[in-house]
């Protein structure tokens, strides 16, 4: 019988040492199990710590080891048959049953196995499935050394645990488990117990609660809201080779403080900046005169009053809530006018808000050149034919004749009237007459008059009125004549004084006859101009017929439009070509030929119009673009003046012609930077390249290139 030495557990049977020492190969003879051997330490020892095991292993198989683990450690095992592996282990040190245990555990954990607990059963399993099965789960205590699978969880106070989670992923091995609560903010790990220990140190050093110590400082003299933003501006700037800073800064209007939170050194410093900048103006007093350079300061300060008015009513609602606030009602604003200024007393909040409005309203306002083009080619035809005819037979016969109207205003009859009474000529008739007659006592009288008249008018106008006018701002341009027109006259015959004097009485009314330019530019962001046009070209029309009065041609274009820079669009216009026939005869007798033409007048009316009104907008951001098109007009008109003389001598001997002088507007030195509006093209952007349109705006007022006249579209035969 072999004997159990002093100081061996119970469960250290007689079988297992006899199992043991038959497993007692040479070392180096091949795959199995190496001399083990058991020290016997004094009794009391051997009662404390239990055996010591020096294991030494060479290929063997996994299954034997988990054998030989069991017996020492009691515990029950499960092997997957999964799990097959060939085990090397050395060992020069004598270890304890646990201490064997935790080797055992690492041997599985370099294999890709695990040993997961259930109940009294210990399952070894691939490291792949080791998360869905139960563990060493919520242990009091999670060992540095172990490699056993624990499941932790983890409470995190300072930091969000979602944020930790993509930083502690790769130190998770792939069986492992790392996810995030964020409902209580916590951390569940599941892996290895001496890999949780390592990462809940890791969490433990990076949750550390910040500093959260908070100063505040009343101002007495600065703006707290002004002093904050001047603070985080600089903060803002790059710091090299530092990190972010955790230092916050808000202001406190109501109290006019200034609070600051983060690390007690970065506090202390921006405690000595925040009370550098609380100090008094040198100027002293809370009043500022602003000299505006573009806007009336009278307009501007009626604006101004009413965004105080806003101001003061939300500071009074603020005070009568939280109490000492400051007093924001002493605040007074006028304007100068002798010098466009602003006087403006307020306290430094008020006065920064109505400084930044001016600012952005005291701005070099963009220009428009608007140039329109107004081209009209009429004309109008009217032709008469007729014949009138008498007989006058002998006394027993009767007389006849053909009166069938009259022709260009004149009758046989008027013809006959004249002659009889020469003085009853008022007025001569128009057109071609031949006549034929014979007037005797005796025998037959007769007298026939063919009248042809044919007249024709031609209008061709081509106006080309131009307006610069700021941005946004309405301007109007009138090149008219005031035409009298009679709207009403009598006669009143004196009696008083018995002499029947006459005095003739008209009522006149003059109208104006020309080109009126209304217009309202507005630019876009993208240099876009929508332009407000009202057009109006009206003209003295030359008729082909009488008329009782003046005709006047009236053209009226009310419209908005949408316009790209230099861009030339067409607003409207009228096509139109009509032909009249008229046509009067004596029934039946008009209808036979040829000699139908004795008894019938034909006259004719043929009209055409072809109207077109053209329309280009050009912004002027600058005083060098305002130049350009000055010089460009001005030059134009010296050349015109220039040419007057044609070589021909002078009437006046000694008379200089009145002659523009020669004048330079563009400037030799670089134009200046435009202040655009924000509205316009920032000035950094790079001039465009000419092309064929930019060419053409350099031409004068009477150079915009033209646009033919339409031709009217022949009438149709019969129409």
Same mark, same amino acid.
Do not use: C
């Given at each position: 019988?072999?004997?159990?030495?002093?100081?061996?557990?119970?469960r250290?049977?007689?079988?297992v040492?006899?199992?043991?020492?038959?497993?007692?190969?040479v070392f180096?003879?091949?795959p199995g199990?190496?001399?083990?051997?058991?020290a016997?330490?004094p009794?009391?020892?051997?009662r404390? $710590?239990?055996?010591m095991i020096?294991?030494?292993?060479? /290929?063997?198989?996994?299954g034997?080891?988990? &054998?030989? *683990?069991? @017996? +020492?450690?009691?515990?029950?095992?499960i092997i997957?048959?999964?799990a097959?592996?060939?085990?090397?282990m050395l060992?020069?040190?004598?270890?304890s049953?646990?201490?064997?245990?935790?080797?055992?555990l690492?041997?599985?954990?370099?294999?890709?196995?695990?040993?997961?607990?259930?109940?009294?059963v210990?399952k070894?399993?691939p490291?792949?499935? $080791?998360?869905?099965?139960?563990?060493?789960d919520?242990? /009091?205590?999670?060992?540095?050394?172990s490699d &056993?699978? *624990?499941? @932790? +969880?983890?409470?995190?106070?300072?930091v969000?645990?979602?944020?930790?989670?993509?930083i502690l992923r790769?130190?998770i091995p792939?069986?492992g488990?790392?996810?995030?609560?964020?409902?209580s903010?916590?951390l569940?790990?599941s892996?290895r117990a001496?890999?949780?220990?390592?990462?809940m140190r890791?969490?433990?050093r990076?949750?550390?609660?910040?500093?959260?110590?908070?100063?505040v400082?009343?101002?007495e003299?600065?703006?707290?809201?002004e002093?904050?933003?001047? *603070?985080?501006s600089l903060?803002a700037?790059?710091?090299g080779?530092?990190?972010?800073?955790t230092?916050?800064?808000?202001?406190?209007?109501?109290?006019?403080?200034?609070?600051?939170?983060?690390?007690?050194?970065?506090?202390l410093?921006l405690?000595a900046?925040?009370?550098h900048l609380d100090?008094?103006?040198?100027?002293g007093?809370?009043?500022q005169v602003?000299?505006l350079?573009?806007?009336?300061a009278?307009?501007?300060?009626?604006?101004?009053?009413?965004?105080?008015?806003?101001?003061?009513?939300?500071?009074?609602?603020g005070?009568?809530a939280?109490?000492?606030?400051?007093?924001?009602n002493?605040?007074t604003?006028?304007a100068?006018?002798?010098?466009?200024?602003?006087?403006?007393?307020a306290p430094?909040?008020?006065?920064?808000?109505?400084?930044s409005v001016?600012?952005?309203?005291?701005i070099?306002?963009?220009?428009?050149?608007?140039?329109?083009?107004?081209?009209?080619?009429?004309?109008?035809?009217?032709?008469?034919?007729g014949v009138?005819?008498v007989?006058?037979?002998?006394?027993?016969?009767?007389?006849a004749?053909?009166?069938?109207?009259?022709?260009?205003g004149t009758?046989?009859?008027?013809?006959?009237?004249?002659?009889?009474?020469?003085?009853s000529?008022?007025?001569?008739?128009?057109?071609?007459?031949?006549g034929?007659?014979?007037l005797?006592?005796t025998?037959?009288?007769f007298a026939?008059?063919?009248?042809?008249?044919?007249?024709?008018?031609?209008?061709?106008?081509i106006?080309t009125?131009s307006?610069i006018?700021?941005?946004?701002?309405?301007?109007q341009?009138?090149?008219?004549?005031?035409?009298?027109f009679?709207?009403?006259?009598?006669?009143n015959?004196g009696?008083g004084?018995?002499n029947g004097?006459?005095n003739?009485?008209q009522?006149i009314?003059r109208?104006?006859?020309?080109?009126?330019l209304?217009?309202?530019?507005?630019?876009?962001d993208?240099?876009?101009?929508?332009?407000k046009?009202?057009q109006?070209?009206s003209?003295?029309?030359?008729?082909?017929?009488?008329?009782v009065?003046?005709i006047?041609?009236?053209?009226?274009?009310?419209?908005?439009?949408?316009?790209?820079?230099?861009?030339?669009?067409?607003?409207?216009g009228?096509i139109?070509?009509?032909l009249?026939d008229?046509?009067q005869?004596?029934?039946?007798?008009?209808r036979?030929?040829?000699?139908?033409?004795?008894?019938?007048?034909?006259n004719?009316?043929?009209?055409?119009?072809?109207l077109m009104v053209f329309i280009r907008p050009?912004i002027?951001?600058?005083?060098?673009?305002?130049?350009v098109?000055?010089?460009?007009?001005?030059?134009y008109?010296?050349?015109?003046?220039?040419g007057r003389?044609?070589g021909?001598?002078?009437?006046?001997?000694?008379e200089?012609q009145?002659?523009?002088?020669?004048?330079?507007?563009?400037?030799?030195r670089p134009?200046?930077q435009p202040?655009?509006?924000?509205?316009?093209?920032?000035?950094?952007?790079?001039?465009?390249?000419?092309?064929?349109?930019?060419?053409?705006?350099?031409?004068?007022?009477?150079?915009?290139?033209?646009v033919?006249?339409?031709?009217?579209?022949?009438?149709?035969?019969?129409?």
């Amino acid at each position: 019988m072999t004997t159990v030495p002093a100081g061996l557990p119970a469960r250290l049977t007689p079988r297992v040492l006899a199992l043991m020492l038959a497993m007692l190969p040479v070392f180096g003879a091949g795959p199995g199990l190496v001399p083990i051997a058991l020290a016997q330490a004094p009794a009391a020892a051997s009662r404390a $710590a239990g055996p010591m095991i020096t294991p030494n292993y060479k /290929d063997a198989d996994l299954g034997q080891i988990v &054998e030989a *683990v069991s @017996q +020492v450690t009691g515990k029950n095992f499960i092997i997957d048959p999964r799990a097959r592996a060939q085990v090397t282990m050395l060992s020069a040190t004598p270890m304890s049953a646990d201490a064997f245990y935790e080797a055992f555990l690492s041997i599985l954990q370099v294999h890709g196995f695990v040993a997961v607990p259930s109940g009294r059963v210990w399952k070894i399993i691939p490291d792949a499935n $080791a998360r869905q099965v139960p563990a060493n789960d919520l242990p /009091d205590k999670v060992s540095a050394t172990s490699d &056993e699978i *624990v499941t @932790q +969880v983890m409470q995190v106070r300072n930091v969000s645990a979602a944020q930790l989670v993509p930083i502690l992923r790769p130190l998770i091995p792939q069986y492992g488990h790392l996810a995030a609560y964020p409902s209580s903010n916590m951390l569940i790990i599941s892996d290895r117990a001496n890999n949780v220990n390592r990462l809940m140190r890791i969490i433990k050093r990076i949750d550390q609660a910040g500093d959260e110590d908070i100063d505040v400082i009343r101002l007495e003299h600065a703006s707290a809201a002004e002093v904050v933003r001047v *603070v985080n501006s600089l903060a803002a700037q790059p710091q090299g080779g530092e990190g972010g800073s955790t230092v916050k800064l808000v202001a406190d209007e109501r109290t006019n403080s200034v609070l600051i939170s983060g690390e007690s050194g970065a506090r202390l410093r921006l405690k000595a900046l925040v009370a550098h900048l609380d100090t008094p103006l040198e100027s002293g007093g809370d009043t500022q005169v602003r000299y505006l350079r573009y806007s009336d300061a009278e307009k501007i300060a009626g604006k101004l009053k009413e965004q105080l008015n806003g101001l003061q009513a939300a500071a009074g609602s603020g005070a009568s809530a939280g109490g000492g606030a400051r007093n924001e009602n002493s605040t007074t604003l006028w304007a100068d006018p002798d010098t466009n200024a602003l006087v403006i007393t307020a306290p430094p909040k008020i006065m920064r808000s109505l400084m930044s409005v001016v600012d952005r309203l005291d701005i070099r306002r963009a220009q428009v050149l608007v140039e329109a083009i107004i081209v009209e080619v009429s004309g109008d035809k009217n032709v008469d034919l007729g014949v009138n005819w008498v007989v006058d037979g002998s006394k027993d016969q009767l007389a006849a004749g053909g009166f069938v109207s009259p022709i260009g205003g004149t009758s046989i009859g008027d013809i006959y009237r004249a002659v009889k009474d020469p003085t009853s000529i008022t007025t001569l008739p128009t057109g071609v007459t031949f006549g034929v007659g014979r007037l005797s006592d005796t025998g037959t009288s007769f007298a026939a008059i063919l009248r042809a008249i044919r007249g024709d008018a031609h209008t061709n106008i081509i106006s080309t009125p131009s307006i610069i006018t700021l941005d946004n701002q309405e301007a109007q341009i009138k090149v008219a004549q005031e035409v009298p027109f009679i709207t009403g006259q009598f006669t009143n015959t004196g009696s008083g004084s018995g002499n029947g004097s006459v005095n003739p009485f008209q009522t006149i009314q003059r109208q104006e006859v020309g080109t009126i330019l209304k217009i309202t530019p507005q630019i876009t962001d993208d240099n876009t101009i929508v332009l407000k046009i009202e057009q109006e070209a009206s003209s003295l029309s030359a008729t082909a017929t009488s008329a009782v009065d003046l005709i006047t041609n009236k053209r009226t274009i009310s419209t908005r439009v949408l316009a790209e820079d230099g861009e030339v669009i067409v607003l409207g216009g009228l096509i139109s070509d009509s032909l009249t026939d008229g046509e009067q005869r004596v029934p039946f007798l008009g209808r036979v030929p040829l000699l139908g033409e004795l008894f019938r007048t034909r006259n004719a009316k043929k009209t055409k119009t072809n109207l077109m009104v053209f329309i280009r907008p050009k912004i002027l951001l600058d005083a060098h673009s305002v130049a350009v098109e000055t010089e460009t007009k001005y030059n134009y008109l010296r050349g015109i003046q220039s040419g007057r003389s044609n070589g021909r001598a002078p009437m006046l001997p000694g008379e200089r012609q009145p002659t523009l002088p020669a004048m330079e507007f563009l400037s030799p030195r670089p134009a200046p930077q435009p202040v655009a509006p924000p509205s316009a093209t920032p000035a950094s952007e790079p001039a465009k390249e000419p092309t064929q349109e930019s060419v053409s705006d350099k031409l004068p007022v009477g150079a915009i290139p033209s646009v033919a006249p339409t031709r009217a579209t022949p009438a149709t035969p019969g129409t």
